[in-house]
């Protein structure tokens, strides 16, 4: 098929097309069919500058985007490979949008296995696409072929979370060593660069479950810094932190995003997720018995209160208990599109407040990774 190339018109007396493209900025748009491709170039070519370009098309990125949006069909094994020809020159743009048409795991975790910073599911929603590529001024730069390189510890632990969501509905193994290596390049990150950096990284580029899960690796890798823990022990909890949540593949996506109070059938399907993640571990290799453990556990108290298994105080090991307090807190505050994000302090608050929940001690050791900014 002939190559579909849409370019955004300028509007009359405005100066011309050079001057008025160069004012907006760039995003490449990749569809698997002309009518997906005039599609979403019309939504966006009133805001930005729009080139637009089909999947079985030669590739024929030269400028550097800002953004690239894609829709096309990911259960389709040309439309994959057509994106991962294109993945060296994907991974330069800021922003890299996925408009996936099922709402599957499956799909989810494909878009984030092929470079997605954000995949927006279903049909397309105008407001949605058009807040997803806000251009705060920091990203200005990206406009004029100068985008931000691709930020590898990011990119590397998306990659291994969606890789992990794929194998869970699958039923394939999971690539254990890649997982780890993940989290070994997070802890490098934030050693060098501190917490603070890290969290507004992945807010930039991620929501929902891929999101939580960086979050609270990071969140585990600093507090397990603050608290000296051995390279041993540490590696050990950024991995169980990696894994914490991998039983929430089993979970519909219209319950884990789902805006606003779960009712009570809901809540009892999302409890589900620690044991069903705990089943899918257990008969792997190198999986050792503390991560099972944190796995199966991230959501006990120590008053009993917790689940899956309502274990109290001495039954819950060191890992678990510092994860518990890392989940929590990043739930807190990350950021969802239906909701602010809350402040580390009132976060940290709230944690002060489960007295008997939480190991005091440990709390009152955690203020130096809420509050430091």
């Known amino acids: 098929m002939q190559n579909a190339r849409i370019i955004s018109r300028p509007v009359k007396g405005d100066g011309g097309i050079r001057e008025k493209e160069a ?3 760039f995003v490449h748009v990749l569809a698997d069919s002309s009518d997906k491709l005039s599609s979403v170039c019309s939504i966006l070519e009133q805001q930005f500058a729009v080139a637009g370009e089909r999947l079985d098309a030669e590739a024929k990125l030269s400028q ?3 953004a690239i949006v894609i829709r096309a069909e990911l259960r389709d094994v040309h ?10 020159k994907l991974a330069k743009a800021t922003k890299r949008i996925f408009l996936v048409e099922h709402s599957s795991h499956m799909s989810i975790s494909q878009a984030y296995a092929l470079g997605a910073t954000l995949v927006l599911p279903g049909t397309i929603d105008k407001i949605k696409l058009l807040a997803a590529l806000a251009y705060p001024a920091e990203e200005a730069s990206a406009s004029s072929g100068h985008a931000p390189q691709p930020d590898n510890a990011v990119e590397t632990a998306a990659i291994a979370i969606a890789s992990m969501f794929t194998s869970v509905t699958s039923g394939q193994p999971i690539d254990i060593n890649g997982a780890r290596e993940a989290g070994r390049q997070i802890a490098d990150r934030i050693t060098q660069h501190g917490l603070s950096e890290w969290l507004t990284t992945v807010r930039r580029h991620h929501e929902g479950t891929y999101q ?8 585990a890798i600093d507090f397990g810094l603050s608290l000296g823990v051995g390279r041993p022990d540490l590696e050990r909890l950024y991995t169980a932190a990696m894994f914490h949540d991998i039983g929430k593949a089993r979970i519909p996506l219209a319950i884990l995003d789902k805006p606003g109070r779960l009712d009570p059938d809901e809540r009892a399907i999302i409890e589900t997720h620690p044991v069903a993640g705990y089943d899918f571990l257990k008969d792997h290799d190198n999986i050792s018995p503390e991560i099972l453990d944190a796995v199966r556990h991230h959501h006990e ?3 009993g209160s917790g689940y899956p298994d309502a274990l109290c105080g001495g039954n819950i090991g060191d890992i678990v208990r510092i994860l518990t307090i890392s989940d929590i807190f990043a739930a807190l505050i990350e950021h969802r599109h239906y909701k602010p994000t809350m402040p580390r302090a009132d976060a940290y608050n709230i944690l002060c407040g489960m007295s008997g929940k939480l190991e005091k001690a440990l709390v009152t050791s955690f203020k130096q990774v809420a509050l430091t900014r």
């Open 23 to 25: 004012a907006r900025p």
């Open 212 to 219: 939580h899960c960086l979050l609270v690796t990071g969140v």
């Open 64 to 66: 550097v985007p800002f």
């Open 301 to 303: 108290f120590l008053d």
């Open 79 to 88: 439309a994959i490979a057509a994106i991962k020809k294109r993945a060296a």
